[in-house]
């Protein structure tokens, strides 16, 4: 069978699937339709809260990312699973015991005030919506590189699939989605990185094969370590060492703190651990969700030492004309380009970039020429960049081209395919339900309407879910060009506003309203403030010579966060304690029973 | 909320010592997690960031230890750490009586 009919084939068997469970998993009540019943098992929750975490990003483009900066790519690493320990020891059980629907629920009671619960809601949705554009942009990506699809039409159907489970089936339809979710992305990551790390170094398990001798290609144990030989390969082209770190490292510290602290304040996490019967289950599930995202995260960086060495095996020197057929295939969708610039007809690849920016143009986008080179290869109206690189490779291509590159069978390049869009649909699905829930419960139930019926707020959380999906799906569409600059906002907003005040509503019975609402306040707005100047304003400027402190817009969440507790704690020792009420509240949250 | 009313309408020297149990409860809960925070600082930050130049000049077969810490070692121990503190927690629920049965 051919690549097309077999990724039809998986996609839509993949598809059918989670239909099946959307038509089996309808509710009829709010606490349904917010947490499931409260029924699921740890187990399930581990599963669903690894889907729910694992995006189209941590899919398709994290081990590229690690592939391109080496060392430098731990942080990506460490941050994003170092948050569920926080998650573990700080908040779930805590939250857990407390038993609401939403985030913006506990800032609320807890800080007995309607302002902190708005506070905390529009810091939910914006959060949310920032995130969810992506994923749906996600969807359609790989829906017009394995399937020929437009990315317009991509995107819909990959609506249409959400709308039905969340909208009929709430958290309930959402959680078992993913479960099912996990175990295709799982599958379709390890798959083709088994494959691969037989190949290169007879490893099954890609993490030993990461740090093992690599094999020549009879087969043969040549004796040099695959991470040697990737060094000596940069060496050789002139780019750092692929195991040395090249960013500073206070900046390290501050960029791998922020995104652990963002973690674990990302609201379409916490809630999922609303949806554990127990205490006990809610620590037990945490661990069983990093057991399953480390599944991944190990294996990430060891796919991305293995394309990066088969990268520059396969290219640098070569011949254009003796390029296999997946170089062309990538060339078509723009995220591979070569310009020969001393017309050689090789390939020289190296430090630098191979083409400029378009006059205008703020970020590099390739623009073809009707006319082809006289290799038949596609040219580009872009200037060259100066230096001798000639390729130009987009991240992506890591993942999604490396079984090709490797030239594995047909069916495991189908699967990365259905693998991407489980990865990318089970983070929507959770993120939309965020949404729902702040309008629907937080918005309308407890600030703006508070006597609607149960089934009204039903009514009102699916319309939202659905006007959600919309809106997600526009911007899927119509991507605008700020979205891969604000995912540091989406990271750094949680860190600095809801981890501190979730916290310290925990472990602070002096904690009181102004307290918190005064550091989440200044925390947003310290950290919106240094991004929206580095990244809109004065993006010339984001360099680490204007940096405060040499912490980059990707690290200043973790200084937003220490500037908020350090508020919160003043403010509160300053001002009325909180009513009694509110302190027996902390007293029965930290207790099981 | 049910258990705080149940619990305000015990007998004053009942109420008093479950008060002073949970005290002591919530004490032991935060010696735990202070233990496993100090080595999820240690590996993640203190091998994988600080300490990383002086850990890449030990090799463990391929790997510089450094370079190994921040890009698996830390994730490994990450995961032990949750599962030692969900199991150790049960324990202490128990030995407090404050476990859910």
């Known amino acids: ?593 | 909320m049910q258990e705080m009313q149940e619990e305000t309408s015990q007998p004053d020297s009942e109420a008093a010592g479950t008060e002073e149990t949970h005290r002591a409860y919530w004490r032991a809960n935060l010696r735990l997690m202070g233990w496993l925070l100090a080595v999820w600082f240690i590996v993640s930050y203190g091998f994988g960031i600080l300490l990383v130049e002086p850990l890449n000049e030990i090799r463990v077969g391929g790997f510089k230890l450094g370079f190994w810490f921040a890009q698996q070692g830390s994730i490994y121990v990450f995961v032990a750490l949750i599962f030692l503190y969900a199991w150790k927690m049960n324990r202490i629920d128990r030995k407090f009586g404050v476990d859910e049965s």
């Open chain 1, 1 to 593: 069978m051919d690549l097309q009919t077999w990724t039809y084939l998986i996609v839509g068997l993949t598809f059918a699937l989670y239909i099946g469970i959307a038509i089996l998993s309808r509710v009829k009540t709010t606490k349904g339709f917010y947490v499931a019943g409260g029924h699921v098992s740890p187990l399930a929750n581990g599963l669903a809260t690894a889907a729910d975490w694992m995006s189209a990003a941590s899919f398709i483009s994290m081990a590229g990312i690690i592939s391109f900066s080496g060392h430098d790519g731990a942080y990506y690493l460490m941050g994003w699973t170092g948050g569920y320990v926080l998650l573990a020891l700080l908040l779930a059980p805590y939250l857990r015991k407390f038993g609401q629907y939403t985030v913006p629920d506990f800032v609320g009671q807890r800080y007995y005030s309607k302002q902190a619960r708005l506070v905390a809601v529009v810091c939910a949705i914006f959060v949310s919506f920032t995130y969810v554009a992506g994923q749906m942009r996600g969807v359609g990506v790989v829906f017009s590189r394995f399937l020929d699809v437009e990315i317009g039409l991509g995107v819909l159907i990959g609506m249409g699939i959400v709308f039905l489970y969340a909208v009929m089936g709430g958290m309930k339809g959402i959680t078992y989605t993913q479960v099912a979710q996990y175990c295709v992305l799982i599958f379709a990551f390890l798959v083709p990185a088994i494959f691969i790390s037989m190949a290169m170094t007879g490893e099954v398990f890609p993490q030993v094969g990461f740090g093992s001798t690599v094999l020549d290609a009879s087969g043969k144990d040549t004796g040099i370590y695959l991470l040697d030989k990737l060094d000596g390969l940069h060496r050789e082209l002139g780019f750092a060492a692929y195991t040395n770190g090249k960013k500073e490292t206070i900046d390290v510290f501050f960029i791998t703190a922020a995104l652990m602290v963002g973690t674990a304040g990302l609201p379409h996490v916490i809630i999922r651990f609303f949806t554990v019967p127990r205490v006990r289950d809610a620590r037990l599930s945490a661990g069983y969700a990093l057991l399953f995202i480390a599944l991944l995260y190990t294996t990430a960086p060891a796919v991305a030492a293995f394309a990066r060495t088969n990268l520059i095996e396969t290219v640098e020197g070569q011949a254009y004309a003796s390029m296999p057929e997946w170089f062309q295939n990538w060339e078509n969708t723009g995220l591979l380009a070569w310009v020969d610039k001393n017309d050689d007809g090789l390939i020289q690849y190296a430090p630098g970039g191979a083409f400029g920016k378009m006059p205008g143009d703020k970020s590099l986008k390739l623009v073809r020429d009707p006319e082809r080179g006289s290799l038949g290869e596609p040219r580009y109206a872009n200037p060259k960049a100066d230096g001798p690189n000639e390729l130009y490779v987009d991240r992506d291509i890591m993942v999604l081209a490396n079984p090709e590159i490797a030239r594995l069978p047909n069916w495991v390049i189908a699967l990365v395919a259905a693998g991407g869009l489980a990865a990318a649909l089970s983070t929507a699905a959770g993120l939309l339900l965020v949404i729902s829930a702040s309008i629907s419960h937080d918005l309308l139930k407890n600030i703006l309407m508070p006597g609607i019926t149960e089934k009204q707020e039903l009514l009102y959380a699916r319309m939202a879910a659905g006007v959600a999906v919309c809106i997600a799906g526009y911007f899927g569409v119509n991507p605008p060009g700020f979205v891969a600059q604000v995912v540091a906002f989406a990271f750094g907003l949680a860190a600095a506003s809801f981890f501190p005040a979730i916290v310290l509503g925990i472990f602070s019975k002096r904690m009181n309203r102004e307290g918190a609402v005064a550091g989440m306040v200044v925390g947003i707005v310290f950290t919106a403030a240094y991004i929206i100047y580095f990244k809109f304003v004065n993006p010339e400027a984001n360099t680490s010579a204007h940096w405060l402190f040499g912490i980059s817009p990707e690290g200043i969440g973790t200084l937003g966060m220490l500037l908020n507790f350090a508020v919160s704690l003043t403010i509160s020792r300053l001002t009325a304690p909180p009513p009694e009420s509110v302190k027996r509240l902390v007293e029965t949250i930290r207790v099981p029973r």
